[in-house]
């Protein structure tokens, strides 16, 4: 709440709706969640998404002990984001919920989200989203009408989706995909990526800020190197 009413009160860097740039557009959805349901955002998220599918390590912080020992780490000379931001400890609670990240959470928790996404909005004979809704999140939105700026983290022949970059076309980008599928990726490693048309998501829990952009396109040319159809 005291980010987003300091950060309103700053000027736009672009007019909205001519220009994709990394910003904290995500962040301030989270606090309008927030607003909305009269509740924190983890709160909100563990009623409508965490428990329901049975995401049972996914938070913002790992406060029991007998858990922490599960927490993977970066090196200690790998720990450090962009102009040398250090990676929070998630031991530790804090005030702030993001909704653009920081959460914790397991391959396996976010594979429950990731084939919920495949499945079209279902997940174990319960819908969580629309079909239309999960096809409309995973539509490039951008496509002749809104320019990337300096920080067009998407990269070269995907756009944007409502928070998924999505792949426009087979070639263009420098790693391998299928023209539709769609992906997202947090700071300090983690990637997914789900890829309708192969029937497939991939889930790759990393911690290495410095080396999350070249493992990426490794492990995308690995996958796709085994799929044979």
Known sequence: AEFVERLAKLPLAFQPGTTWDYSYSTDVLGRVVEVVEGKP?????????FEPLG???SSFYVTDKAQQSRIAEPFTNDRTIGTGVEINDPREARKWESGGGGLMSTAM????FAQMLLNGGTLDGKRYLSPKTVAYMASDHTAGVITPGPYYLPGPGYGFGLGFAVRRES???PYAGTAGDYYWGGAGGTYFWVDPK???FVVFMMQSPKQRVYYRGVVRDMVYAAVER
């Open 41 to 49: 955002l983890l709160q909100v998220m563990k009623q409508r998404l």
């Open 55 to 57: 995401m049972k390590d």
């Open 109 to 112: 928790d976010y594979a429950r």
């Open 171 to 173: 070639g263009v980008a």
């Open 198 to 200: 192969e029937d497939m």
